[in-house]
């Protein structure tokens, strides 16, 4: 048996930092300097940063401090955020539903004025029929076990069932 897989005894393991020791205490400038680094990476919601930097052990007064400077600064606005975020979603052929959800789990309101402005433009059921050609083709099925499938996967997705429907062509005067 080759030493490379036996494992090692406790004593010879890699010492680990005493576990009675809470997070390591930030200074502000280092708190301030991990914020700007993740802001610059990809736009993150206020909430999003709150939450990363009070797992770093920040307090409650630093983490408003650095995001009130970042606000300042014009580097962090949930307003640039939330467009972002659906505008990508639509890109992706999201619907509205998952478009809401999406900003509520980044603790952006739901409604949004973001989603209002862009979604007022979307016709929704061609968004989903769109999806629903690139994902399955022009011909769709129209067997009952597949139409379910289709609206399975468009409801995944964000899409009423009323949406879903209509872009399956449920509504044309020949069905």
Same mark, same amino acid.
């Given at each position: 048996?080759s030493?490379?897989?036996?494992?090692?005894p406790?004593?010879?393991?890699?010492?680990?930092?005493?576990?009675?020791?809470g997070?390591a205490?930030?200074?502000?400038?280092?708190l301030w300097?991990?914020?700007?680094?993740w802001?610059t990476?990809?736009?993150?919601?206020?909430?999003?940063?709150?939450?990363? %930097?009070?797992? %770093?052990?920040?307090?409650?007064d630093?983490?408003?401090?650095?995001?009130a400077?970042?606000?300042?600064?014009g580097?962090?606005?949930d307003?640039r955020?939330?467009?972002l975020?659906?505008?990508?979603?639509?890109?992706?052929?999201?619907?509205?539903? #998952?478009i809401?959800?999406?900003l509520?789990?980044?603790?952006?309101?739901?409604d949004?004025?973001?989603?209002?402005?862009?979604?007022?433009?979307?016709?929704?059921?061609?968004?989903?029929?769109a999806?629903?050609?690139?994902?399955?083709?022009?011909?769709?099925?129209?067997?009952?076990?597949e139409?379910?499938?289709?609206?399975r996967? #468009?409801?995944y997705?964000?899409?009423?069932?009323a949406q879903?429907?209509?872009?399956?062509?449920?509504?044309?005067?020949?069905?």
């Open positions: 048996m030493r490379m897989f036996t494992k090692k406790a004593s010879e393991s890699a010492t680990c930092p005493d576990e009675t020791s997070p205490v930030l200074t502000p400038e280092q300097a991990r914020a700007l680094s802001q990476r990809r736009e993150h919601s206020r909430a999003e940063l709150a939450e990363k %930097l009070a797992r %770093l052990g920040a307090e409650a630093q983490v408003e401090a650095v995001l400077r970042l606000g300042e600064l580097l962090q606005s307003d955020f939330a467009d975020l659906v505008r990508g979603q639509l890109r992706r052929g999201r619907g509205q539903r #998952l809401r959800q999406t509520q789990q980044r603790g952006i309101a739901p949004h004025p973001a989603l209002l402005a862009q979604g007022a433009a979307v016709d929704w059921v061609e968004q989903a029929r999806l629903l050609v690139r994902r399955f083709g022009e011909d769709l099925s129209r067997e009952p076990r139409r379910a499938r289709y609206v996967f #468009l409801q997705r964000g899409f009423s069932l879903s429907l209509a872009a399956m062509g449920a509504g044309d005067p020949d069905d």
